[in-house]
């Protein structure tokens, strides 16, 4: 059981990683009937996917921004702009790395006789796969994990009035806060053990 729960640990903490690891072993690695159809909606999909990741990352980009501008941010603890800032950088790289990418996707000739596009999509060993496979998930790990550094930083700076002060507003504010987040956070891990649940079962 505690293994169960450490995988899933894991698993969340390297998320999008398993999930695109499943559709891409199904619609690359074990295409071994060259399936052109089938390649060509995954590869239209994650340039898809590439692009949306691109767009939240500049969305994400300008909330962290706006909210380095709050006149409370320079009052709180110096971890809260740490981590914007460092939430600012990851999601600035999400978007050059999700660019890049889908001029990548775009220029590789899906449709060449001798196959020449699965090299360069997948590499032809184990470890140029997982490469593959790894790259092509970082913008939205990037944007993953940039979110999170913007939402911890969010939580110093409100959660810490409960111990800066005297019970006034600011501190019922906290406790509302640590409710919606309660509230926010099961709900991500519930829904991480339904996306996992027929590797962990």
Known sequence: MVSKWAKLGLWILTHPWRCLHVSFAYGIWENTNEDQFKIDIWVKAKK???????????????????????N??????????AFWYGALLLSLFSVV??????????SIPLRAPDWTYRPAIVGETKLARYASLWIL?????LLSYSIISYV??????????????PWNDDSKIAILYIGYFTLGFS??????????RPDLY
């Not at 790395?97 to 775009?106: D, M, Q, R, V």
């Not at 998930?137 to 790990?141: R, S």
């Open 137 to 141: 998930q970082t913008p939205t790990q």
């Open 97 to 106: 790395i999700s660019f890049h990418l889908g001029i990548y996707l775009s």
């Open 48 to 70: 898809k996917e590439l692009g949306e990741a691109g767009i939240c990352a500049t969305i994400v980009g300008a909330a962290i921004t706006a909210s380095i501008q709050w």
């Open 72 to 81: 409370q941010t320079y009052d709180a603890h110096w971890s809260v702009l």
């Open 152 to 165: 911890t930083g969010l939580s110093v700076m409100i959660i810490s009035k409960l111990w800066d002060g």
């Open 187 to 196: 709900i991500y891990i519930c829904t991480a053990v339904w996306i996992y």
